[in-house]
Each structure stands twice: as C-alpha cells, then as structure tokens.
C-alpha cells in the first residue's frame, strides 16, 4: 500500500471533483476507492489507507470512484465522475456493469498474433470515446514480430491521431515508452482480450510482480484469463495503473457517440449521401459506397462499424426497456405505499 503521506493531487484529485465540494463537506475525508470486493470497498486518502463496508444504500461505486466520507467515517456522497466505463452485464442479464471510473488514459492492449484484429480494437476505441478518456493503442510482445510497421500502419490508418505503440513487455526500455501517460497524479488502464500480455505489461509499469502470468497455447495463441479483480496499483513514475480482467463478453451499450467519433471518416462521408437516411447499402449517390469503390474507405471498416451500430442500438433498446419497467414498478410501489396509508389514515 502507498505511503499515507500522499496528496489527493497525487491520488489523481482535479479542480473538476473539487467544484464538486459543499461548503459544509469541506472539512470532510476525501478517498479515492483502489479496490472493490464483494462486501467492501479498500479506499486511500490523504490520511492514508481505509476501508468502507457496502451497503444497499449506497449508488453503484467502482474502482476510482472518489467519495466524501464522514467524520466518522461513514459514506456520504459519490462526486460526479469525470470518465466512466461501463458495458451491457455479461450473459443474459439486463443491466450495465461499471468497469473503471476517472481514468485518462487507456492503453488497448492487442498482441502482434493471432489476437490482432482491427475490428477488436475499433470496439475498444468505441468504448473509451464514449467514457471521455483518450486511448493509446499498445501492440504487445512485439519481440516475437519480425517487423512491427505494417501492423502499425494498419491501426494508424483507424484514425491518424492515434497514438500506436509496439512493445515487449518484458523489456523496461521498451515500457518506458509509455511513461508520458504514467506521470503523478494520471490515471492509466488496460484493456484486451486474455492472453494479450496485460500481467506482463503491468508488471513491467510497475517495475516489480504484481500480476501473475500464464502461457499462451500455441495452437490458437489463446491465453489462460489471470487477472480476476480491478484494482488500483502506483506506477514508479508516480500515476495509478488499473488492469481490468479480460472481458470476454464485452458489448457496447448507448456508445451512439463513442461510434461516432471512433468511425469520424464515415461520418464524415454520409453527410454528402443523397439520402439523409441512406443505409450505405447499395442506394443510389451513397457517398461511403462510392469512396470503396474509388478504394478511399476500406469495405472491412464499413462491415464493422456496422456490425458495432446494430449492437449498441440493440443493447440501448434493451437497457431502455429495463428502466421502462423499473420505473413502471417503481410508480406501482409508490401507490401502493400512498393507498396504504391511507387507509391507515
């Protein structure tokens, strides 16, 4: 655990949460939450580190959530997050799950092997958009890839502003690479499928073992899913590194923005479609056809960011029934409870 005599500036504090503050909670604890279990919450603060008991009361808390505590100790209010990632609950359910809170900085971790796929990272880049954090992609264990460039090029290509970094996890100068997002007080996470090299990568952030790590099955470069938890850990330059699990069922929910501003070149090309409704799907003066024809956009990007919009409309419908009927039971609830009364009257 950090040493207790830690700034909140440090923790990753900004004038952003302080505007946040009433007068009356100025006095208050602030702490930042470093790790979520089932029943409690592992927080660190100014006065160092702390820990807080969940209860059903409270609203749904994740790692990096800043909170105002009692004097006492007790949990007084969530500040407004200023990024949040967050994903359609895995499996059946209906329901959003809460990834990360306040991060800057993504780093999208894909291997340089069978686990390269554009389509992949253009759901990444869809999700941190969306959460209002800035993504670096991080192609690992480039010590196994003759030549790194052409994969570079083919990620680059996304969108010409994105950072694109090739690494060996394994080696501290070519982690050192990264460490003008890792400075005090900024907030970095990971993201990837299992078996990308994330454990490697955080323990090379962190210049020690922190993370174990397992072996990649050779035969479809898959990897054994290690990391189990979300937690907060310093980094030597002095930000905070959150690793994530491998999220396998990974689904995009109300992300209409983060799509927008992942696949800004198709936006871009629909607006000069004859139809403001055209589906670029064979009409006549389609502007995104056209430019695949002339070999400008890639038939491939097209294909996904379809793909990616059916599923986040699907999804957000899906969400938007599910609050319907919270809110349908919730005014049952309420009349029920104003009847009995009453009556009781």
């Known amino acids: 655990m950090p040493p207790s005599s830690l700034t909140l500036e440090e923790l990753g504090w900004r004038p952003f949460f302080q505007g946040q503050l009433a007068p009356e909670s100025l006095d208050c604890p602030v702490v930042r939450v470093t790790a979520q279990h089932r029943d409690r919450l592992a927080l660190l603060g100014a006065a160092g580190a702390t820990h807080l008991d969940l209860c059903p009361a409270m609203p749904p808390i994740t790692v990096g959530d800043w909170l105002v505590l009692s004097p006492a100790g007790r949990f007084e209010c969530l500040l407004e997050r200023q990024s949040v990632f967050r994903r359609k609950a895995a499996g059946r359910k209906v329901g959003e799950q809460l990834i990360a809170a306040n991060v800057d900085t993504v780093f999208v971790v894909t291997s340089l092997d069978e686990d390269f796929k554009l389509n992949r990272i253009e759901r990444y880049l869809s999700m941190i958009h969306e959460a209002g954090a800035t993504p670096v992609v991080v192609l690992s264990k480039a010590d196994l890839c003759p030549d790194t460039t052409p994969f570079q090029r083919r990620v680059q290509d996304l969108d010409p502003l ?26 970095v996470a990971l993201m990837g499928s299992s078996g990308v090299g994330k454990s490697t990568l955080v323990n090379g952030l962190l210049g020690r073992e922190t993370q174990r790590t397992a072996a990649v099955r050779e035969a479809d470069s898959k990897g054994r899913h290690v990391t189990t938890a979300r937690s907060l850990h310093r980094i030597t330059a002095g930000g905070w590194l959150l690793d994530t699990p491998g999220m396998r069922e990974l ?14 070149d198709i936006a871009s090309l629909a607006e000069h479609c004859r139809f403001g409704d055209c589906r670029h799907d064979g009409e006549p003066g389609c502007a995104v056809q056209d430019a695949i024809d002339r070999g400008e956009l890639d038939a491939r990007r097209l294909a996904s960011y379809r793909k990616l919009e059916r599923e986040q409309a699907l999804n957000a419908a899906t969400l938007a029934e599910k609050h319907a009927r919270d809110r349908r039971f919730g005014r049952m609830v309420k009349a029920h409870l104003a009847e009995k009364r009453r009556r009781e009257r």
């Open 162 to 187: 994105l950072v694109v970094e090739a690494v060996n996890g394994l080696d501290a100068r070519d982690v050192e690479r990264l460490a003008p997002w890792c400075g005090a007080g900024q907030t």
């Open 251 to 264: 689904q995009l929910a109300d992300c209409e923005e983060g799509l927008a501003v992942t696949f800004t």
